[in-house]
């Protein structure tokens, strides 16, 4: 497990599943240490054994990125655990009920706006907070999906 990564720390939200356990598997081969966040527990937790299944180092929390002590103590453990943040996937994400625009609700799209908009957003303030702390900056990316470019197609 060494590589371009050796000894760098990454957070993976949405890293229970998916893309996001994907790129944490990928990043965790490159060497880095990877703390894993996801609202579901037991996905995060199955990312976890197969990253260490495979020599890499990797913990988790479950966490919603919606709400902001969550990400606070996302930020928190991560550092307590690893001593530090260097990178920073942001890929926790929904699509909420699928419905025409005209046919989705409101509590639908506050959900879906919370996680996949504000959630980035209050994960990139903690992240970039924390590298402002550390004071040797940091890389962050964040995903989106292809969901909004189907609409009328629904039936």
């Known amino acids: 497990m060494a590589g371009i990564l050796q000894g760098k720390v990454a957070l993976v939200t949405g890293g229970g599943s998916g893309i996001g ?6 990043l965790a081969r490159e060497g880095a240490k990877i703390m894993i966040a996801d609202y579901v527990p037991e996905g995060a937790e199955r990312s976890v054994k197969l990253i260490k ?12 990125v919606s ?3 969550q990400v606070e103590a996302m930020i928190s453990k991560t550092v ?12 926790a994400g929904i699509d909420g009920k699928a419905s025409r625009t005209h046919e989705c609700t409101e509590e ?29 900056g940091g ?12 609409d009328e197609a629904i039936p």
Do not use: P
Not at 21 to 26: E, F, G, S
Not at 109 to 132: D, H, P, Y
């Open 80 to 91: 307590e655990t690893y001593g530090r943040i260097d990178c920073a996937f942001n890929n």
């Open 21 to 26: 356990r994907a790129t944490a598997l990928r």
């Open 139 to 150: 890389a962050i990316v964040n995903t989106s999906s292809d969901a909004r470019l189907i």
């Open 67 to 69: 709400v902001t002590k």
């Open 108 to 136: 639908n799209w506050a959900r879906v706006m919370s996680i996949n908009l504000t959630g980035v957003w209050l994960c990139m303030k903690a992240e970039l907070a924390q590298f402002m702390k550390q004071g040797d």
């Open 53 to 64: 299944d495979a020599g890499g180092e990797a913990t988790c929390m479950a966490a919603d």
